[in-house]
């Protein structure tokens, strides 16, 4: 929305938002058989234009016309798609793919073992409503930064502690609670110029993941993680779900006709997980 991928992935208007989705297959093209109409899927696309992002994201890649739409058009021989079990909820699952594959992609680079402890950076977010819960599950102490307001909901998540990034210095307050420092830094939020002080709470060799763009120099000790899409990981992520750990994070709804002001929203208000947008 921004603007800021334009050279990389430069798009035609109109065009139509959005890539998560969930929703019921209404017609499949020749030689497709690993859905059917009636099918319920859900998934992600990105417009062609991404080109090679939609490579990093899957592979093959998984291209669509528009989540914001009644209807969409998908490649269907791609990872990034799946089908939606009984016991998931549409709504739930239109808020999974980008947030949960990312969380994915930042565990699997960790490497988190039990009894651990991470900073999370941005935990009241879309991508850390599944990044918290999803490393509390795996015995890690979360350490999770978020306004007061937000504080229940983070904690709520699975986070052991969290400092109110508002009023406190982060790096301080962590390394005053704990001086030797923690295990890992996990950054869903800070651009890459304004990581140098967060990442000194980490014990040397620990992992510095970032998702947040721009990505921080490479001399900096800091990986940027994609989402990716590996072949049975929305399956992964729908038995999360439906076992409940990964819970529903959506704040707001708003009906297809009001999607414009949902993505004001996004952009110019403080958001809690995630918002949704019912066709």
Known sequence: ?????????????????????????????AGVARFSTGDEIFGLGLARAAGSMA???????????????????????????????????AEQAATLPIAALTALALLRAGNFAPGTKALVIGAAGGVGG?????????????????IPADESYVRGLGAAETIDHSSADTAAETLRRHPGG???????????PALAGPARVVRPGGPLLTVAFPSPDPSTGFRTVY???????LDEVAALAVKGTLPSTVSRRYPLAEAARAY????????RGKLMING
Request: glycine share 8%.
């Open 1 to 29: 929305m921004s603007g800021a991928f334009k050279e990389v992935a430069p798009l035609e208007f109109p065009h139509v938002l959005g890539s998560d989705f969930a929703g019921t297959v209404t017609a499949v093209g």
């Open 182 to 192: 923690v295990d890992a830094l996990v950054n869903l939020v800070l651009p890459g």
């Open 55 to 89: 490579s990093m994201t899957s592979s093959p890649p998984s291209f669509t016309t528009g989540t914001m739409a009644e209807y969409a058009i998908f490649d269907a021989d791609t990872p990034a798609l799946a089908h939606r079990p009984a016991g998931l909820p």
């Open 264 to 271: 004001r929203d996004l952009v110019h208000e403080h958001v």
């Open 130 to 146: 599944a990044v918290v819960p999803l490393l509390a599950a795996q015995g890690v102490h979360v350490i999770a930064t978020a």
């Open 227 to 233: 989402t990716r899409a590996r072949p049975g990981d």
